[in-house]
């Protein structure tokens, strides 16, 4: 297996609404992110997680609050977004501890907040 | 400035034609990224690379760190090849540094 697997791949969200975003791999990498993307704009890192330990945290609201429960699964939960927030939400994971391993991207959720 | 700079923004090109975007950095890196993603779509990782050239199918990736630049070649483009074609490079441990992208449109 040499994917990452999101999903939902779209979820429309109330302002007042939870959610959550899944996210899950089973080629043993122990980095596991979340991006944000915007139209037209490159990945924006939110989170990264490091043998199931959250090791960054780029400034991001409280709204949104990672959780990684085991090796394998990463999730985001939601809770009273913005408007603003509609974004294409993207995991990735990678080899952890050296520079010479690459990413592999899931296919992202597109989240709309009304 | 940013870190990365890409470049063309956004080509346009017809069936067949010899695509070159260009990637230019201002720090020192151990390898470089190309990636691709579809309108809407999630991202797929087409090369990683630290030195010399890199070859798959109709893709080939070059880099020169001694210039801090890389070049992403495409031969005989397709209109399937229309994407966005973004470079990235790995800051510290674990975070990306992302080109703005370039925006191909391969016309039949």
């Known amino acids: 297996d040499t994917e990452v697997t999101q999903t939902p791949k779209h979820l429309v969200m109330g302002m007042t609404n939870k959610k959550s975003l899944k996210c899950e791999q089973h080629m043993g990498h122990r980095a596991m992110y979340w991006y944000k993307q915007k139209a037209k704009k490159p990945p924006e890192l939110m989170f990264v997680?490091?043998?199931?330990?959250?090791?960054i945290n780029e400034s991001v609201p409280s709204r949104f609050s990672p959780e990684c429960p085991n090796s394998s699964l990463l999730n985001l939960h939601l809770h009273a977004l913005q408007p603003e927030d509609s974004a294409l939400y993207l995991c990735?994971?990678?080899?952890?501890?050296?520079?010479?391993?690459?990413?592999?991207f899931g296919s992202g959720t597109r989240l709309t907040v009304v | 400035k940013n870190e990365v700079e890409q470049s063309p923004q956004n080509l346009t090109a017809q069936e067949g034609e010899f695509i070159t975007i260009n990637c230019s950095y201002s720090v020192g890196i151990s390898a470089l990224h190309w990636l691709q993603q579809h309108p809407g779509g999630g991202i797929v990782s087409l090369f990683m690379l630290s030195s010399g050239k890199k070859k798959h199918g109709r893709l080939i990736a070059t880099i020169n760190i001694q210039e801090k630049h890389s070049s992403l070649h495409i031969t005989a483009s397709h209109p399937r090849d229309s994407a966005v074609y973004i470079c990235a490079f790995r800051q510290g441990a674990q975070k990306l540094v992302f080109g703005q992208g370039t925006r191909l449109t391969i016309n039949p």
């Open positions: 997680y490091s043998y199931e330990k959250l090791s």
């Open positions: 990735a994971s990678s080899q952890e501890g050296t520079v010479g391993y690459g990413y592999t």
